[in-house]
């Protein structure tokens, strides 16, 4: 292995971590993952509605039986006041007068319960409506998840083999690299963006692309084996 050999492979390295780092960020920014997400937000957001309206319209459900419930009893209350009003038993004037205003008050009640009951019924109808919507456009949104779930699989599978691939092929380039020099490279690379380790191209730091003076630079490709030389100015590891 030649002097330089161990500096070259690092630069092997970072190009290699280089390109996972733009793997896990497309991973990151897949666009079938937004739309994932907004499908998910938009089909909850139905849901919920779809649970809001249906308590709704179970709320006139039960105010309609109700209601319905007392005009049947009062029906009956009416009909048994009829019978008895017309089966020649009761001849007591007075009593006759009773009946006759009792059967009447039970109509006027019947009555202002039926008008309830066909408010609720104008009331059911726009609230079966927007279910009846709702529910379209919860079918609607739960295809939506599903192939927004499906480009994403797929997506994700094909990035994942790109990520498998690169990161054995940066596991072969990092064995030729001396331990203290790819620790020191990754502590760099942490705290510089990605790049801990840049080409010196003439009197250039490829990795903030300053100059260094012509004497730095010239040092630079002096140095002897096992010796790094750092850019005075960003403090990555150069390779002349």
Do not use: W
Not at 71 to 80: A, D, F, H, I, N
């Amino acid at each position: 292995m030649t002097a330089d050999a161990p500096l070259e492979a690092l630069l092997v390295v970072q190009g290699h971590d280089t390109r996972l780092d733009q793997i896990h960020h497309n991973l990151a920014a897949l666009p079938a993952r937004a739309e994932r997400d907004e499908a998910v937000r938009s089909l909850a957001a139905v849901e919920a509605e779809i649970v809001t309206v249906t308590a709704v319209r179970d709320d006139l459900a039960r105010d309609q039986k109700r209601l319905d419930d007392e005009v049947s009893t009062l029906e009956g209350k009416r009909k048994g006041f009829d019978t008895k009003l017309y089966s020649g038993t009761i001849t007591n004037p007075r009593e006759l007068q009773d009946l006759q205003e009792e059967i009447e008050a039970l109509g006027r009640r019947i009555g202002v319960l039926e008008d309830r009951e066909l408010s609720i019924m104008e009331q059911v109808e726009p609230v079966e409506a927007r279910l009846a919507a709702l529910t379209a456009s919860q079918e609607q949104g739960s295809t939506a998840r599903s192939d927004a779930e499906l480009r994403l699989t797929a997506a994700e599978a094909e990035l994942a083999v790109a990520l498998e691939q690169e990161t054995g092929a940066r596991r072969v380039a990092a064995a030729s690299v001396p331990d203290d020099l790819l620790a020191s490279y990754e502590k760099l690379r942490s705290g510089l963006g990605g790049v801990g380790v840049a080409r010196l191209v003439g009197n250039q730091c490829g990795g903030c692309h300053l100059t260094l003076s012509a004497m730095e630079a010239a040092r630079m490709r002096k140095l002897g084996a096992g010796e790094v030389g750092h850019c005075d100015e960003c403090g990555r590891i150069l390779v002349p």
